[in-house]
Structures are given as C-alpha cells and as structure tokens.
C-alpha cells in the first residue's frame, strides 16, 4: 500500500514551470518577491493574475509571468 501512495506522490509532483496555477508561497519562490508583496498584490481588485477558488488564492502562472514582464517595479 505504501508502495502505491509513493508512486501517487510521485505523479503529483509538478514542476512549478508546468504548473497552470501556482501557491501564493511557489510564485513567491519562482519569482524571488516575498510573499507579503505577492499577497498585497493580489488583494488589489483589478489584479489580473489571481484566482479565488473558494477560500483559496492561487497565482495564474502565465498571468504572473505577463504581468511580471511588464511591470519596472513592484
């Protein structure tokens, strides 16, 4: 049994690049900004790469990514 939960692990470990949505903590470690910073973005209503599912906020990668680039400061 233990064999099949390690291999089940296994599959669900993403790389962050392959992933479509990201943790507020995995875009803060893809993108070196703190989460503090990332969490105060992402409370602003016309931030373009956050996702609310339910009670939980998650980073859309791509969207980040575009955002990111065209940003000089953040």
């Not at 392959?18 to 992402?42: C, D, H, P």
């Amino acid at each position: 049994m233990k064999d099949n939960e390690s291999k089940n692990r296994e599959r669900l470990n993403i790389p962050i690049w392959q992933k479509i949505n990201l943790t507020v903590e995995e875009a803060a470690a893809y993108s070196n900004i703190g989460i503090n910073k990332l969490r105060s973005l992402a409370d602003e209503p016309s931030c373009p790469f956050v996702l609310n599912i339910g009670k939980r906020r998650v980073i859309k990668r791509r969207e980040f990514e575009r955002y990111l680039e065209k940003v000089n400061e953040v």
